[in-house]
Every structure is written in C-alpha cells, then in structure tokens.
C-alpha cells in the first residue's frame, strides 16, 4: 500500500541548532515530493518540491530537502533554526500523472530558546 | 491577490444539523480538494473534483456531500450523517504542471475552518 511516514511526531530544538526532520514514502515509482508547513490554526504553506533533477531542492525560509532514492526518503534540513520555525510539518507525495496527494502525519516542531 | 478563501473560520453546530463549509479560488485551478485534519493523522482526503460538475469521493466521503457548480467554488457540507464531525477543514486547489515523464500538481491551501459540533 502506499503511505507516507514521518516517524517523529515531534521534535525540539534549540534556537540556532541544525534541523533535520525525516521522510520515508513507500510507493510503486518514485513520487513527486512536497514539504508543507502549518502554524497553528492556519492552513498549509508549501516549502520546497521535489519533482526530478537535482535531489537537493531548496525552498523558503532557509530549507532544504534531499531526496534519496535508494533510502525512500526526502528530509527536511535547515542549518539554524529560528524560533518562527516552530510550527508543524508536513511531507507529501504525489504519483506521477494523478491528482492524488497523500500526507505523512506531521512532525510538530518546539524551538527552545 | 490570487488565493483560496474559507469561511467561516470558526463554525459551531448543533448535533443532527446539517452545516455547508465555504471555499472558494480565484486562482483558476481546475481542481479543488477537501480534506479533513485531526490531531495526529495529517490530512485525509474527503472529496475531490478535477473540473465543474465532476466530482469524485476521497478516503472518508461518508457523511460529507460536495457540489461543483463553478470552477471557483467547492462547498463542502457536513451532514447529520457523519459521526464525529468535530475537526479542522482545510479546502485546497490544484495546477497541472507539465513535467519531465507527464505531469504532476501543486496544491494551494487555504486557511481552514474549525467546526465544533455542541
């Protein structure tokens, strides 16, 4: 079956550490790969994608995602966080020529002063 | 600016009532999504239409109902019939991208709607 699993549900930091939040999809093909993330109460902003070519995509805010083929993951790195970075996060997948999108279940995001 | 609208943003509702969830896009996407997100689940697809007067059921369809009679429009209703409708509501639209080996979509979100049932 396809899913999508982020397997920390969540994760605290401290302000200016390194971030690393983890993907792993299981799919028949590769996907096409998306971050999203959501602060309280509001709907979801789009990070980065990742459709082909380079597996090091950048985004906004200082992210970026690395997709590994031979591990199934696409992980979400950002060098030093900011306190604004606290807030929950959201991998997607999408199959090729389909509207569907599939979500892990979130990995919510503390930053410690 | 182009983007999605929802309202209203928070929505109370009576046990056994029927309530209709707004969304609407000026964005010129052609499909439009519902889906419904509780604590710890991400996001569950309800319903989903990929052009006017199309519309197919998504993960947990049972209890919701959905119209397309625009293309900027995609109300959701929530009926007597779902059993746990307390949740959060988020409304997205889609744009097909040409892409390398076919095409894929980005989805565009909203800002959700809360719905309590008392």
């Known amino acids: 079956a396809q899913s999508v699993t982020q397997p920390d549900i969540h994760i605290t930091v401290s302000e200016g550490a390194s971030l690393e939040l983890r993907c792993n999809y299981s799919?028949?093909?590769?996907?096409?790969l998306f971050w999203y993330v959501q602060s309280p109460g509001q709907g979801l902003q789009l990070l980065l994608k990742?459709?082909?070519?380079?597996?090091l995509v950048q985004g906004i805010k200082g992210f970026e995602a690395e997709f590994k083929r031979s591990q199934s993951s696409f992980n979400l790195r950002k060098p030093s966080v900011h306190w604004s970075d606290a807030a929950e996060y959201f991998c997607?997948?999408?199959?090729?020529?389909?509207?569907?999108?599939?979500f892990g279940a979130g990995t919510r995001l503390t930053v410690k002063p | 600016d182009g983007g999605i609208t929802q309202s209203p943003k928070y929505l109370f509702r009576k046990e056994g009532q029927n309530v209709t969830l707004s969304c609407e896009q000026n964005?010129?996407?052609?499909?439009m999504y519902w889906y419904r997100q509780d604590p710890g689940q991400g996001l569950r697809l309800i319903y989903y239409?990929?052009?006017?007067?199309?519309?197919q059921k998504g993960d947990i369809a049972e209890g919701y109902s959905v119209s397309r009679e625009k293309k900027e429009s995609f109300p959701l209703t929530v009926t007597s019939a779902q059993k746990n409708p307390t949740a959060f509501y988020l409304c997205?639209?889609?744009?097909?991208?040409?892409?390398?080996?076919?095409?894929?979509?980005?989805?565009?979100f909203g800002p959700g709607t809360r719905l309590t049932v008392l």
């Open positions: 997205a639209s889609s744009i097909r991208l040409r892409l390398a080996g076919g095409w894929g979509n980005e989805q565009f």
């Open positions: 799919y028949g093909a590769t996907p096409y």
């Open positions: 990742y459709f082909s070519g380079d597996t």
């Open positions: 997607a997948v999408a199959p090729y020529n389909n509207n569907d999108m599939r």
């Open positions: 964005l010129n996407h052609d499909a």
């Open positions: 239409s990929q052009i006017v007067n199309d519309f």
